[in-house]
């Protein structure tokens, strides 16, 4: 497997590749282990909000769920400060959201960095090539078949941007009830993104249904889902 990391040189490397000046400082959003550090995102991102309300706000509004799309950390030196190490693939998404100058650097750095270190040089790396291919090919395959994603419905249902961004906002029932607080209340127990993964089960067990992820799943799915969720 590839591990994402990078040295001061290989940083202005990139930046030269990009084409973008090299006093931008992207040490702050280096690549370690596959990661991105939020707050060096936050700083590089140049965000108005208190570091704490802006990766709360974007944990809620993207459905980011702990243990797949990120992953928290407390620091017991320093008195129990809390911080998040993103996934690549998270961090190129909150930066394309970001709208800002600073953001779209971020998003090609990103990209850039994953295609400078999955170059091969030698024949003993194209071999290492061809076995990551093979298991990340193996990877998309169970998590599309564990997810049962249907591109095409959705791509019908979703006709405009508008109406994409409505149906990724919470539904809620007459009692002003969210997916999110009946998974909270009926299956957590420590671990949020077990809790979804328990709750999905379930679902299936009783319709024979697979659901893809919140962000994904199309308005008559989530309101499916929240009327099962409420009956339990």
């Not at 040189?9 to 690549?31: G, P, W, Y």
């Not at 998270?90 to 960095?113: D, H, L, P, W």
């Not at 249907?150 to 941007?161: P, S, W």
């Not at 906002?169 to 979804?196: C, P, S």
Request: aromatic share 10%.
């Amino acid at each position: 497997m590839h591990n994402l990391t990078n040295s001061s040189k290989s940083i202005f490397n990139i930046a030269d590749t990009l084409q973008i000046e090299n006093t931008i400082d992207f040490s702050l959003i280096k690549v370690i282990n596959n990661k991105v550090n939020a707050r060096g995102l936050w700083q590089f991102l140049e965000s108005k909000q208190e570091f704490a309300n802006w990766i709360k706000d974007l944990i809620q509004k993207y459905d980011f769920i702990e243990g797949v799309d990120f992953d928290k950390i407390i620091k017991p030196l320093e008195n129990n400060k809390k911080d998040y190490l993103l996934q690549v693939d998270t961090a190129k998404e909150i930066a394309m959201v970001s709208n800002t100058n600073n953001g779209k650097k971020a998003r090609q750095y990103f990209i850039e960095c994953e295609k400078q270190l999955k170059k091969p040089k030698t024949t003993l790396e194209l071999l290492k090539l061809a076995v990551f291919e093979l298991e990340k090919a193996e990877q998309e395959n169970k998590k599309l078949a564990l997810e049962n994603v249907n591109l095409a419905t959705r791509n019908l249902e979703v006709k405009t941007q508008k109406e994409y961004k409505w149906i990724k906002k919470e539904v809620q029932n007459d009692r002003g009830r969210t997916i999110n607080y009946y998974v909270n209340k009926l299956f957590f127990n420590g671990n949020f993104a077990e809790a979804h993964n328990k709750a999905k089960e379930s679902y299936k067990r009783a319709t024979g249904i697979s659901l893809p992820k919140t962000r994904w799943m199309s308005l008559e799915q989530k309101k499916d889902y929240l009327e099962y969720l409420s009956k339990l």
